[in-house]
DNA sequence: CACCTACGTCGCGCCAACAT
DNA sequence: ATGTTGGCGCGACGTAGGTG
């Protein structure tokens, strides 16, 4: 098994980088870095754990979850997996503790465009055996990725594999769950119900059709009934302020539960956001410590602390504001395959790769506005000369109180040449700046440098 | 804009297959 | 024989698209 167990989790309780939750193809990726570089090749919300070790509920708290801009909460765990049997194909997906992660669905990944094979998905549900000997779902889910053709096996262990474990809580009610299991046991004894009337049927014909009637009639209340409870139950869930669904596909096709939910520019941010994760990850201490928990720790009160502050679907809906450059970056984005993006996936909620001309000062000087100001690079009236600059920055715009100003921090600055996917020719020290929001060039005038 | 229909996804329960 | 895994079908749920 993992070295990790639910041992207290070591990081801060800020909540995790994570920029929308990985589409399967970008999650087998992630796994396939693990497996090549260990954790310090992924993002940090991926986390070692012991997922066959312990109950989910206790890995729940014992790890901190990973929170998408889009308000998708999930813990990224890898875990190692031990086959039943030496000849057995199949995992023990027995936990300590009692529970069994029943597995559900499973699909093959292919990856694009050569459609090779390169890893399996399963959807898994946590069962418990209740009083009377019957498994019992828990609400707690999981998606299980595991590379193909045994190339997450783990060297020098018999049987053990790596895997990628997605744990999430059912989107379903556990109430209306309940609900609708109370259903179907009223369906099944409607159905013993019409059996014994077809037992019936045999009887005198009179009493036969009395019979069918009954049991028709018990199905009609039965279903009326059912609706009811359905309805009753979804009102509940409204009022208690049930907890976000948690999206565990890709992002670019959030499942109907998230979609009903989120308004179109939050989605719209969302696949912004992720196509514009397409810069190579900063060095590995910044995955340590992530850029954004960095500023905020240089500065005690600093409108990244209000940022950071401001509750994740609310952050995801100030993103919702594309501009120009964040289109010119997903654009260029757009031309990176989604295996590249995922491997590229920084720790950081990173908004865009922006590929823009930008008035530089003084590349490698460069003199960045102070964090309360408000100018930035981008709306500097003066344009010495047209640099073509590839950047990097937060996906959490920084918003102005009282203000329709906004900016993000720039976390890495490459001068780059000619057409996307760009030739990278200079990194620059970008510390310290910012990227004004384009949707407020207005106030500074209308794009000082173009490309 | 409201309503209806078709469709896709996912959770759940059942059960066959397999190893021990 | 027993326990466990994983495949499969069904139904619920929600979305997208069409129509009036």
Known sequence: ????????????????????????????????LWKEGGAAAVPSWI???EVYGHSPSELLVAHQPATAADGAVAWFLVTTVRHVGPKDPRICRVVKGGGTWKGEHSHPLVSLPDRALV??????????????GKELRTGHLMREYRLSGGAGLVAGSAGLEIALCVVYNSPRDAEAAAAKALERAAAKAAKEQEKTADRARRAPQADAIKARRAAAMARRRGSSKA???????????????????????SATTPPRGQA???????????????????????????AVTPPLQRAAAA??????????????????????????????????????????????TPPLQRAAAAAAATPLPRAGSATPPPASGASSPVGSASCP???????????????????????????????????????????LDCSGWFLLDAGHTRKFGQSPCSA
């Open 1 to 32: 098994m993992a070295s990790a167990g639910p041992d207290p989790d070591p990081q801060p309780p800020a909540r995790p980088p994570l920029f929308a939750i990985p589409s399967d193809l970008e999650a087998i990726e992630l796994l396939r």
């Open 47 to 49: 986390r070692p754990a």
């Open 119 to 132: 890893g399996t998905v399963r959807s898994l549900s946590y069962t418990l055996k209740g009083d009377d």
């Open 227 to 249: 609706q009811e409870v359905a309805a009753a139950n979804a009102a509940a869930a409204v009022a208690a302020d049930t907890p976000a669904w948690l999206a565990l596909v």
């Open 260 to 286: 009903s939910a989120t308004p179109t520019p939050l989605a719209a941010a969302t696949t912004l956001q992720r196509a514009a994760a397409a810069t190579p990850p900063p060095q590995a201490a910044a």
């Open 299 to 344: 500065a005690t009160t600093t409108p990244l602390q209000r940022a950071a502050a401001t509750p994740p679907l609310q952050r995801a809906a100030a993103a919702a504001t594309t501009t120009p450059l964040q289109r010119a970056a997903a654009a260029a984005a757009a031309t990176t395959t989604p295996l590249q993006r995922a491997a590229a």
């Open 385 to 427: 000369q047209k640099r073509q600059l590839l950047l990097e920055v937060g996906a959490d715009p920084i918003l102005m109180p009282g203000s329709s100003l906004s900016w993000n921090q720039v976390y890495d600055a490459q001068q780059v040449e000619g057409d996307p996917p760009f030739k990278r020719t200079k990194r």
